[in-house]
């Protein structure tokens, strides 16, 4: 499991950023903070793998924090999830070290894919002793441009698309709806509804209308 701690001062983002936590399988939050002396306190006696951090603290700043973090030399990974936009605070922030940067307010599905593929490269670079450069494009080149290598049209998401395939290889050719499948991957319907319709379009899927007696008629899908 890859342990991760908050750094939020606002105890309704900081509850709202543990639960999309714990619906991404392979991650164990160890700590919730709400300001830098606790941090500081705690990741000295706990070797961490992953922070989320705020930039807008209680008259301390996170970008700080991120430094304090290189000149200590401690080996965690950062990901900044803040209201700041600026594009000074961005690019220090990248500068220091940090490997992805979420402005809020943001949706799970962005949330996820920043922790997805921060696993992906955390265990491939863990196992590893060296790696091609083709390898190394795919774990660190942006979503867009993996996308394009691996044929998916733009707007969809490599990780989103797995999640829901794999979710639908699970259910042996039976049919499903949209809903079903919001509810199995926890990502909004009329998400799911369009990675469907895409899926359908690319020859994976059947679709089927019924017509019910009241309401409006119902799409279902099935594995070709």
């Known amino acids: 499991m890859i342990k991760v701690m908050i750094i939020e001062d606002d105890p309704m983002v900081r ?3 543990s639960r999309f936590l714990k619906r991404i399988d392979g991650f164990k939050l160890y700590k919730a903070v709400g300001n830098l002396t606790e941090a500081k306190q705690f990741i000295k006696s706990k070797n961490l793998d992953l922070i989320l951090l705020d930039v807008f603290l209680p008259n301390e700043n ?32 990248f500068r ?8 809020k307010p943001f949706n799970f599905e962005r949330f996820k894919e920043s922790l997805v593929q921060f696993k992906e490269r955390y265990y491939e670079f863990k196992n590893i002793e060296e790696i091609e450069q083709s390898k190394l494009d795919k774990l660190i080149l942006n979503s867009e441009v993996i996308q394009k290598e691996e044929g998916l049209a733009k707007g969809f998401n490599k990780y989103t698309y797995k ?50 007696k009241v309401g409006r008629p119902q799409h279902k899908f099935r594995k070709l």
């Open 15 to 17: 509850d709202i950023n």
């Open 163 to 212: 999640s829901l395939w794999d979710e639908i290889e699970k259910i042996n050719g039976e049919y499903f709806t949209s809903e079903d499948m919001s509810e199995r991957i926890k990502v909004a319907r009329v998400t799911v509804r369009r990675y469907l319709e895409y899926m359908e379009k690319e020859g994976h899927l059947e679709k089927i209308v019924e017509y019910g």
């Open 96 to 103: 220091y070290g940090a490997v992805d940067y979420l402005i």
């Open 62 to 93: 996170g970008i700080d924090f991120l430094k304090w973090l290189r000149s200590e030399e401690i080996k965690t990974d950062v990901i900044l999830i803040t209201a700041d936009k600026t594009i000074e605070r961005v690019q220090e922030a």
